[in-house]
């Protein structure tokens, strides 16, 4: 693929007049305006892997080789939060019947049983990494699969691949088991365990189950016994009746626990009265939770008719109430989820994609303000990487530079010409063939 501008190959060099949303720069001088829009003109000067200063545009020096941006936008390096890369490009083999949540799962689980060895999650996994680092991702978070007997088998991979690659993509993992499989305490144990070994987050599934309460003393007791972070997936779903958010909040006040934790999908939330919309809020921000929605998969899974009912258009959009959120003070990240899996049938892991069509889906415009922000700065800082998803003086030379020079062009096209900048030097942005995942290349 070729990109609309080449990058300086010398180790020190000026960008001029860049675009950048002012949200995502730290310490930015008061001489530094934003438009309407929240944009700001900048010059950067990098010194080898390094942003050295940040200047009002147009206003540094020519000393050094230079290269005019021309007003081109420049973002820092994408923050998945919430990824399934276990799952990921199944779907050539093993599609969705029906595209219900249902369906989902039990495609998943059956070539989950028949095909996930090493070798096969590696192939995957190393793909959805490679795509991701191409459009520009520099951490990604994932869920992994750990129902027994897979957790002993895919866990060991994660390890592997984090290691393969570190200084590329910082990779985080969280445990993926269904809540009432905690009820086993051995296996919770276990598994926690394996998460202490494998430097992994514990996680659970919950939407409408018994026992809730105990189940999450459970889950989070074997996280405060190691110290261990949290990360669950809550109410992915369209009924009001849903309300384990508040009863995950319930349980760390209940617990004391004393992290952040970060909660993915809440769905029902959407479709619940205000007045317990406003309740679970404020529960929410007393328990330090911080939340990640998902809305290209949820807007693909939620509100389907049932299997063997006629097709029918869906009547919401399937996401949670990210602007209620943000006004509440809870930080609010936007991530990919599934691709190219029985829950998702499309994606390539690209953080302009996600961004885009969030915008498109939950009215993240007009303005768009410090929304940019929940797909660098916020995941970033959930995920507890200050260096990552901000431009900064002193922070390293991480960027993505697109042709576009404001979010109107920004979200019309795709930038698929777009250059991405790592440690000062330009990376290949073109990402893997398909024909890689048959074995082909």
């Not at 892997?49 to 050094?64: C, E, K, N, Q, V």
């Not at 009265?273 to 328990?287: C, K, N, R, S």
Request: proline residues 7%; hydrophobic residues 40%.
């Amino acid at each position: 693929m070729t990109r609309f501008c080449t990058l300086p190959a010398e180790d020190s060099f000026h960008l001029l007049n860049a675009t950048v949303p002012a949200c995502l720069v730290d310490g930015l001088s008061p001489s530094i305006a934003p438009d309407p829009d929240g944009l700001v003109s900048i010059d950067f000067i990098i010194s080898g892997d390094r942003i050295d200063a940040i200047l009002p545009g147009g206003t540094a020096d020519s000393a050094r080789p230079c290269l005019d941006l021309d007003g081109s936008m420049v973002w820092p390096c994408f923050v998945d939060l919430h990824t399934h890369i276990d799952k990921g490009h199944i779907w050539p083999r093993r599609r969705n019947p029906d595209g219900t949540r249902a369906g989902a799962l039990s495609s998943t689980g059956a070539d989950r049983a028949t095909n996930w060895n090493a070798e096969d999650l590696r192939s995957r996994m190393n793909f959805s990494l490679q795509s991701a680092y191409a459009h520009g991702t520099a951490a990604l978070r994932t869920h992994i699969d750990s129902s027994p007997p897979q957790h002993k088998i895919t866990w060991p991979v994660v390890s592997e691949i984090r290691d393969a690659w570190a200084g590329r993509i910082d990779l985080q993992a969280v445990c993926l088991e269904p809540i009432w499989g905690y009820a086993d305490i051995g296996f919770g144990k276990e598994i926690a365990d394996m998460m202490v070994e494998h430097g992994g987050i514990m996680g659970a599934v919950l939407n409408i189950q018994d026992d809730t309460d105990a189940l999450l003393d459970t889950v989070i007791g074997l996280a405060i016994d190691r110290g261990l972070e949290l990360d669950f997936h809550v109410d992915e779903m369209g009924d009001p009746e849903a309300k384990s958010f508040d009863r995950i909040a319930e349980a760390l006040i209940r617990n004391k626990f004393g992290k952040p934790v970060n909660v993915g999908h809440c769905c029902s939330l959407a479709i619940r009265p205000q007045a317990e919309i406003d309740h679970a809020l404020g529960l929410a921000v007393d328990a330090n939770m911080r939340v990640v929605s998902l809305p290209m998969c949820n807007m693909y899974l939620q509100d389907r008719p049932e299997p063997g009912q006629p097709p029918r258009t869906p009547r919401w959009r399937g996401v949670t109430i990210l602007h209620e959120m943000k006004a509440r003070g809870i930080p609010v990240a936007i991530s990919s989820d599934n691709t190219r899996d029985p829950f998702y049938a499309y994606g390539d892991l690209d953080g302009a994609e996600v961004f885009t069509q969030a915008v498109r889906i939950a009215h993240l415009d007009h303005p768009v303000g410090d929304w940019p922000a929940a797909i660098t700065r916020t995941p970033a800082d959930t995920m507890g990487l200050p260096e990552r998803g901000r431009l900064k003086v002193g922070g390293p030379a991480d960027m993505v530079i697109f042709r576009a020079r404001s979010y109107s062009e920004f979200l019309s096209r795709p930038q698929h010409d777009r250059a991405v900048m790592r440690a000062g030097k330009a990376i290949d942005t073109n990402p893997p063939d398909y024909r890689v995942l048959d074995g082909r290349y």
